[in-house]
């Protein structure tokens, strides 16, 4: 048997914030205590802790493998890099959401994630990785062997989650063209040439194949047991196919209509902490703050940027007064597990994983003092 004691610390829980001690057995937190504490007890010096963060959409290991336009990294040496980002972030549970966007021409677009997937797996097989990675699939439906190659994907490890994108030009994230060719040339280093091809085949094969893929998609995630959702839905007719397809989250919705709509049938709403803790959207579509406010916000996610996510809890409770920093802090904890049906995290309680994040204040920005996955640190 392993026992931890952590004491003095501002315990963040599901309903309250408890000043008092955890005792970890064998990985799970056995007692939450508020008396005297155990001798050898680790001295949190007044420090909050908070569940371990559970992240469901995060394509930044995309971004260690490709750092630069037209440079690859070493797969296992990207996800190493992205695993200690991830963990001294204060997440635990990671859904690393890798990219089925088979377009060749669209260089630095499509992702690789049979390479990444088995650079996971050697890292877990090694007992290399801290967090406990989980694998996301982004579909693009605008594809064409999308639903082949999710399937052949499959076939590789488990997928926990899988979520309905389309990026075609003049729509849904890139209400126009131009927004789409903008962006897409600065990320992927495409010539205004190579764009053009690009934005024909893309509106061609929205046409040819969105509607086909997404029922073959939505059919083997359903097969598989995944969660399934829907990305940047924006009309009413976009949330109305989401609820068709029996759709778990809505993943940054980019107008105040969709997220209430989503809201309205049980949907839960994810939106980015970089949108949050930058005061609104870098793109101009719907503001965190301002669904959180309206009570539309169910799920915070790092998205981009790792460190986001913790920083986004302090400051939700900061910038919305009805909202507690127990219940801003659930956000990015019990809720996401939930909805992933990961019912032994996300939550400082008896009996569940003692994945522990500890944090201290520099001003307003939350500071990672230590990370504890299943009791064992981490970071």
């Known amino acids: 048997m392993t026992e ?3 004491a003095n610390a501002r315990l963040v829980l599901a309903g309250e914030i408890l000043e008092g001690h955890l005792r970890i057995v064998d990985g799970r937190i056995a007692e939450i205590g508020t008396g005297a504490v155990p001798a050898g007890a680790e001295d949190c010096g007044g420090d909050y802790l908070l569940p371990g963060l559970i992240e469901l959409h995060t394509d930044h290991v995309e971004g260690h493998l490709a750092p630069r336009p037209k440079v690859r990294w070493n797969p296992l040496a990207a996800v190493l890099a992205h695993d200690a980002q991830i963990a001294a972030s204060g997440i635990t549970t990671v859904f690393d959401s890798l990219r089925v966007w088979p377009d060749k021409r669209a260089v630095g677009m499509d992702g690789d994630a049979p390479a990444l997937i088995a650079a996971l797996k050697a890292a877990r097989a090694a007992g290399a990785l801290r967090a406990d990675h989980r694998i996301h699939l982004r579909c693009e439906v605008a594809t064409d062997t999308v639903v082949e190659d999710a399937a052949a994907i499959m076939e590789m490890a488990p997928i926990h989650l899988i979520s309905l994108m389309d990026h075609t030009p003049g729509q849904r994230q890139f209400a126009s063209v131009e927004q789409f060719r903008s962006y897409y040339m600065k990320k992927s280093g495409a010539t205004a040439e190579e764009m053009d091809v690009i934005v ?5 094969y929205h046409a040819r194949y969105a509607r086909k893929n997404r029922t073959g998609l939505v059919a083997l995630a359903h097969a598989h047991g995944c969660v399934v959702a829907s990305h940047d839905d924006a ?6 196919e989401a609820i068709g397809d029996g ?5 940054f919705p980019t107008t105040e209509e969709a997220a209430q709509l989503s809201h309205d049938a049980g949907i839960r709403v994810l939106m980015g902490a970089p949108n949050l803790v930058r005061g609104g959207s870098h793109t101009g579509n719907a503001s965190a703050e301002t669904l959180a406010r309206a009570g539309l916000l169910d799920i915070l996610s790092s998205d981009y940027v790792p460190s986001s996510l913790l920083w986004s809890a302090f400051d939700l409770a900061r910038r919305v007064p009805t909202i507690s920093l127990a219940a801003a802090v659930q956000r990015v904890t019990k809720i996401p597990a939930e909805v992933a049906g990961l019912c032994d995290r996300g939550e400082i309680a008896p009996g569940r994983r003692a994945d522990l994040v500890r944090v201290a204040l520099l001003g307003e920005i939350p500071v990672v003092r230590g990370v504890h996955r299943e009791g064992r640190r981490v970071a």
């Open 247 to 251: 759709i778990a989250i809505a993943e």
């Open 235 to 240: 009309t009413p007719e976009h949330v109305a």
């Open 4 to 6: 931890l004691v952590l």
């Open 200 to 204: 024909s085949t893309r509106l061609e």
